[in-house]
């Protein structure tokens, strides 16, 4: 499913058409090469900061965002943030503790009070994430010997309540600055989730023996609801039906409790095996709405790769507003736009990715499902991420994850997914919470407390990976296809190199910034690698400039074409005797039209002899008897005049390995005839100039019947070699010894000898 962030409130702006430009260069046809970025997928090999992009492929403002409070104690993660009476209420791991944010002050209210100074700059060592992200039971982990928070929640008088998990597993309410202990489950060592509904019924989800309870508005009778085969109850959500929603770990089941008789059904059973975050959003205040359940692997990938932009379905449903910079406006504003150049479009370039089939999984790790109120289940978002939790701002789902520290916004409607947040040192966002339309985000490795903003960051910056020329090249005008708001601008930088390290201390400085209000000439210097950085502004945080492709020109100069291989073989087919094939293969950087010219030469001569000039093709018959016999070497020379002028058409050329030209049979240089009896023995040496005899048969009185007989040292290895044949006995009168002899050339003589047997 395709997803992208919308935008509130889009801002009308002007169409500006703009035509493509590049740096001059030389003539001839040598063609730009364009470079198009499109899709989150080829974005997404660049930096960002204080940007996001979208499953679309395009690039915006992130959220401002404030660190509250990062000054923990002995705290890896934020689990749990509620919020009452105007404080909020964090709860950690380890060490089981619990503070209040207020009025910018941050007080540890258990284990022991005392107000703790906050210090956003404190460095923070990280640690072992502190659940099930290792693969590993919950309840075989030594993480977990000591206590922690991992839920928390609001009763139905405003009061705090807490689940402490550890060797001793209460539920804890706060009250008067006294944290009294209203329920201790036996047979659990963890409280995962704690939920109260409509009526102030507590229930809490624990392990690692997977069952839930629940207590009455007051805290004081406790009951057993539901008892699960399952090792933990993970999340918790109650519904404005009545019934109760539970995520489960190890099977990855959502159940469906009915607590008034204490049953439960399946309402979804995911591949899956931890459901770890449960929210009823997106209803009107008499109607439950959608339930959405996060199915995660504890055992993700280490190497987390983005799979969302390649996981789109064609189409899109129709969007209530347009996003980003959205409808024009003729007072202010400005619309770049790329003009269509097909022509000139570099071929490697990569284009958007196709469709796949929905529900298609390449191997992701997590999902985000939509459970409607008929049980029917949609998959609307996955990633090669841990999903932690969820809540709701605006109709939009946000969703935490690890281990990047990133913060999803889902728009279930208009199927759009942004990274809105990215944490810069920590790993996980573990916890979220909406309090009167604000997000605070709760981070773990190291913890911190973070505020969001509704309001995009005043600037933020967007810096492209290696765009590859494959030569050194002259760079071109940047162009982008954007929405700039009124009040608002984008800048662009650019620096070159000739190494694929963007590290690397050879590139060159990045130029000045400059605004970008048509096509911008890069100013960098020729160069294999190109990247370039944009720095977009917003007016006021309430509209931002939206860019949908950037496009990049390059050029390089006309390089000389190069012949790769030459190979020459003989014919052996009927009809094709003592002809050649000659075949080559080239190649042209510039993808220019080549043609060939073949020369051949006898070796130890200097000047080349034309064989053909003007060949389109990749090879050339010779016939070989149209030259003397002797060893030769064929030259192919490649050209580029029909894409260039004739003062830029370069050649390049390749010998191949010397052959054989042998158009004469072998001859018979010395022989001798006896005779003995009735038996006859011919002696022979036979030579070939060229090649090496191959075979001599032999046969009497023209009989069809040849026979083959070796040379005296038993092997044909030699340009010379000798032979003896001896008769069998033959009957008296004149006999014909008939000879052929074949060179390795395939050159046959032939040879007579006669024979007079005498009678008695």
Known sequence: ??????????????????????????????????????????????????????????????????????????VWSVNSIVASGGSVYIGTSPNGSIYKYRLGALTKIYPTEGEVTIDKDRPAVPKAPTR????????????????????????????????????????CRYETGTMETIFEPNDAKYIFAIEADSVGNLYIGTGPEGKIYVLDPSGKVAQLVYDSPDKNILSLVAGKDGFVYAGSDTRGLVYKINPRNKSATILYDSDEPEISALLFAGGAPADAGYLYATATSAQVVQNEQKFAADQAVAGRPEPKEESGGGKADSNGGLRLKIPNTKAETDKKSPQRPAPVTRGSK??????????????????????????????????NILLG???????????????????????????????????????????ANPAKLVLLSPNYASEGTYVSGLIDAGQPARWGKLQIDADIPRGGKILVSSRSGNVKDANDPTFSDWTEQVEITEPIQLRCPLGRFCQYKLTLYTPDGKKTPLIREVAVASTIPNLAPVVESVEVTRLTSSGKEGSFKISYKANDENDDTLVYKIDFRRIGRDTWIELKDEVEGDSHEWDGRTVEDGRYEVRVVASDERSNSPSTKLTGSRISDPIIVDNTGPVIRKYNLDKTGRTATLKLQVTDELSVISKLEYTINSNAQWKSTLPDDLIFDTTDESFTIVTEELTPGEHVLALRISDGAGNTTYKTFEVSVLGK
């Open 1 to 74: 499913m395709r997803m992208e962030f919308r935008c509130s409130n889009p801002l009308r702006l002007a169409a500006l058409t703009l035509t493509i430009g590049l740096l001059a260069g030389p003539s001839g046809a040598v063609t730009s090469k364009i470079t198009r970025q499109a899709t989150s997928k080829q974005l997404l090999e660049g930096k960002t900061d204080n940007v996001v992009i979208s499953s679309r492929g395009t690039i915006q403002l992130g959220r401002a965002a404030k660190v509250l409070a990062s000054g923990f104690d002995d």
């Open 401 to 443: 994850s690890g281990n990047s520290g990133q913060l999803y916004s889902i728009d279930p409607e208009a199927e759009r997914s942004t990274i809105v947040y990215e944490d810069e040192r920590a790993a996980q966002i573990t916890a979220l919470a909406t309090i009167e339309g604000d997000v605070y985000i709760g981070t």
């Open 132 to 171: 099930g992200e290792d693969g590993e039971s919950v309840e075989q982990d030594e993480r977990f010997s000591n206590e922690h928070i991992f839920a928390m929640a609001v009763d139905v008088a405003g009061r705090l309540v807490v689940g402490i998990s550890g060797e001793t597993c209460r539920l």
């Open 362 to 395: 390449p191997g992701t790790a997590s999902y985000l499902y939509r459970i409607s109120k008929q049980g029917y289940v949609t998959e609307l978002f996955s990633e090669s991420a841990v999903f932690l939790c969820l809540t709701e701002q605006d109709g």
